[in-house]
């Protein structure tokens, strides 16, 4: 079931609406087929098995918008060759390659929901309706328990309230920035660190099984 976020009224990127709290429940157990096979995917994951992880995805895995999918696009974010990445990026590619790996497991260790064609989505705020009139580029899920709302942009700073598990809206998310400026869905403004807000657009995955009723990965892809 998805769950929309309501907002009543938009004014210079906060909102003004009641808040809304969206706790993280995960499916996954109900269906043991699925908790082996993510288990078991993980453990790949975590071992950089490239093979195994591949073996364990559709074959027509969707990674990104516009791009071609596939077992080919996934081996190539798994093990870039710094010969195809830009110029600038060359130097970076073992940077780069754990990067995608990290987001990978991350993702994966998320609870998530069953859609209502059975699919299992990762994480479960995905399921989270964003209105028509929210940039969802501005959108963040509070991933935390009472995280601190804080009145300026540094750890010791007064805390405003307690947030858990809220969409709040961030105009200007800088990620070299520990702290970031947020608006509460009513309009509260303050501080919230980064570790704690996951982009609405950020990454998200996919279970789904075939028609031999084995589990698969075939989404794994981030943006709008």
Not at 132 to 137: V, Y
Not at 139 to 145: E, I, L, P
Not at 184 to 213: C, E, I, N, Q
């Amino acid at each position: 079931m998805k769950f929309t976020l309501v907002l009543l009224a938009m004014i210079c990127g906060p909102a003004l609406a009641e808040r809304q709290s969206f706790p993280p429940v995960d499916e996954a157990d109900r269906d043991p087929t699925l908790v082996a096979f993510r288990e078991a995917l993980l453990a790949k994951v975590a071992a950089r098995d490239i093979e195994g992880v591949i073996a364990d995805t559709c074959p027509d895995i969707y990674l990104s918008h516009g791009g071609n999918g596939g077992p080919l696009e996934l081996r190539a974010n798994l093990d870039p060759d710094p010969e195809t990445l830009p110029e600038q990026d060359r130097r970076h590619a073992d940077k780069i390659r754990e990067g995608y790996w990290s987001d990978l497991e991350h993702t994966l260790t998320q609870p998530g929901y069953f859609d209502e064609e059975g699919e299992f989505w990762m994480p479960h705020q995905w399921q989270i309706t964003l209105p028509a009139t929210l940039d969802p580029h501005m959108a963040f899920y509070v991933t935390g328990q009472d995280v601190a709302l804080r009145k300026a942009a540094v750890g010791g700073a007064p805390i405003l309230a307690l947030i858990s598990h809220e969409i709040v809206i961030a105009p200007s998310y800088s990620e070299v920035n520990d702290y970031q400026s947020v608006y509460l869905t009513d309009g509260t403004a303050g501080y919230m660190h980064s570790d704690y807000l996951w982009p609405m657009t950020g990454h998200r995955a996919a279970f789904v099984k075939s028609d031999a009723g084995e589990w698969q990965l075939c989404t794994f892809v981030s943006g709008d």
